[in-house]
């Protein structure tokens, strides 16, 4: 597998590959693959819960949650590849050489590469079709399969997600937690409200209870 670096600051660069038009049907890799998944309870509320100070200007609405799919070259945190595809890109970020490829950030495990939390601060080139441009007080992120970036001259830099921001799709691996009688989703230490947006299912970013 035909590899090039990139330089130290955490910029990956997609080179001439075009993400907008980008092959979804490449052949698989052929792997052994291990997901990690977690059982999410469903209840049925309608109890209105706001955090701290924080007020939501979207209204509650509890619905059962259902990951969402962003292709076969997507997986969750904690799938394992015994091998990555040709065009992923690898950078050194923080002492640490990662790889990302299709929204999907990896680090070398068991002689294979695991899906890992995205690292704050990252930069990647360009993003996979399929995100999300949640605007919060007047700023535009870019949400792509739980992760949140803002972009910069360099590229989409990787960032904590921000309170107030509405998104429609949430990946494997979110896990339901009730407080005072009100559920919300968890995934990657970021809360999430259920709500309904323009008639939508969706999720709000909220601050974690009794902050």
Do not use: K
Request: proline share 9%; hydrophobic share 35%; glycine share 10%.
């Amino acid at each position: 597998m035909e590899t090039r670096p990139v330089d130290e600051h955490a910029t990956i660069n997609g080179g001439s590959r075009n993400v907008g038009s980008h092959d979804f049907s490449r052949p698989a890799d052929v792997h052994n693959t291990v997901t990690v998944r977690n059982n999410v309870t469903v209840r049925n509320n309608v109890n209105v819960y706001h955090t701290g100070n924080y007020r939501g200007i979207h209204p509650y609405y509890y619905h059962p949650y259902r990951p969402y799919y962003w292709g076969p070259h997507w997986h969750p945190v904690g799938f394992f590849l015994s091998a990555l595809a040709a065009d992923a890109i690898w950078f050194n970020f923080n002492n640490s050489r990662y790889w990302y490829d299709d929204g999907c950030f990896y680090l070398p495990q068991n002689g294979g590469y695991a899906v890992v939390t995205a690292p704050i601060g990252a930069i990647v080139a360009s993003l996979p079709p399929g995100y999300e441009t949640p605007v919060v007080d007047g700023v535009t992120y870019y949400y792509f399969a739980g992760v949140f970036y803002t972009y910069t001259g360099q590229g989409y830099q990787v960032v904590a997600a921000p309170p107030g921001a509405v998104i429609y799709q949430l990946p494997d691996g979110a896990v339901d937690q009730q407080v005072d009688g009100q559920d919300f989703l968890v995934y990657n230490n970021t809360w999430y409200e259920p709500i309904s947006q323009d008639g939508q299912d969706a999720y709000e970013v909220v601050p974690p209870p009794g902050q």
